[in-house]
């Protein structure tokens, strides 16, 4: 069964540059999630996408912001990177209705700020 | 405000005993619970979830887990462990624009 993909997976930054990270979700699912998990803590949730419009925001910093595509596909943008912004970055998807609440989670991108 | 308490932080259990992952929530609504399974440098995997159906929930490699409304509780079973279940498992809880993770339970596997 086809599974969210996120890319890349692994990522290398120094301070003050900017990344992107890029997650494709489940076909035929139209709600997309971020997280941010820090080393060994839990799962954090950043923001999420319902139909390319963001549908919630969690505790996401101003300096990243995200879009959802037309083709359902998200992209996390990360600006001035700070070496706290190191973590694993999860992209999860739901099916429809909206809050079907079920979520899927890609295999991450590890961010390696320098 | 929803919140969900996963009681321990570690637990060690010896190969072929049984497996018991406490998580209880706080919420005003009828929950979405979920379990998540994550191995080491691994993404997050869905055990099980509850969405207000049976409350006993069977899922993926013998885990199940029993939604007790009375208890405020969901905690995951697993009659025998294996050397494969070491692993942190997360209880998550999924609302109207709500996505709370507990702190997680790494669990050993004991040969």
């Known amino acids: 069964a086809a599974g969210v993909i996120q890319s890349p997976r692994h990522l290398i930054k120094e301070k003050r540059e900017t990344a992107t990270l890029k997650c494709y979700p489940i076909?035929?699912?139209?709600?997309v999630y971020w997280y941010q998990q820090g080393p060994g803590q839990d799962p954090q949730f950043l923001i999420s996408?319902?139909?390319?419009?963001?549908?919630d925001k969690g505790s996401i910093p101003d300096r990243f912001s995200a879009q959802q595509f037309s083709d359902y596909h998200s992209e996390l943008n990360m600006s001035s990177l700070e070496l706290g912004d190191s973590a694993l970055y999860f992209c999860?998807?739901?099916?429809?209705?909206?809050?079907?609440?079920?979520?899927?989670f890609g295999p991450g991108t590890r961010l390696t700020v320098t | 405000a929803q919140s969900v308490t996963q009681l321990d932080s570690h637990v060690s259990v010896s190969e072929g005993t049984p497996v018991l992952l406490r998580c209880n929530y706080s919420s005003s609504y009828s929950p979405s619970l979920f379990w998540y399974v994550q191995h080491p440098n691994k993404g997050l995997q869905l055990l099980l979830k509850?969405?207000?159906?049976?409350?006993l929930v069977k899922g993926i490699n013998g885990f199940e887990a029993e939604f007790k409304k009375s208890e405020t509780s969901f905690h995951l079973t697993k009659p025998s462990a294996h050397m494969s279940d070491a692993a942190e498992y997360f209880c998550?809880?999924?609302?109207?624009?709500?996505?709370?993770f507990g702190t997680g339970t790494r669990l050993k596997v004991l040969a």
């Open positions: 996408f319902y139909e390319k419009m963001q549908s």
């Open positions: 999860a998807s739901s099916p429809p209705p909206l809050l079907s609440y079920e979520q899927y």
């Open positions: 998550f809880y999924s609302g109207t624009y709500k996505y709370i």
């Open positions: 076909p035929r699912h139209d709600t």
């Open positions: 509850y969405t207000s159906a049976a409350t």
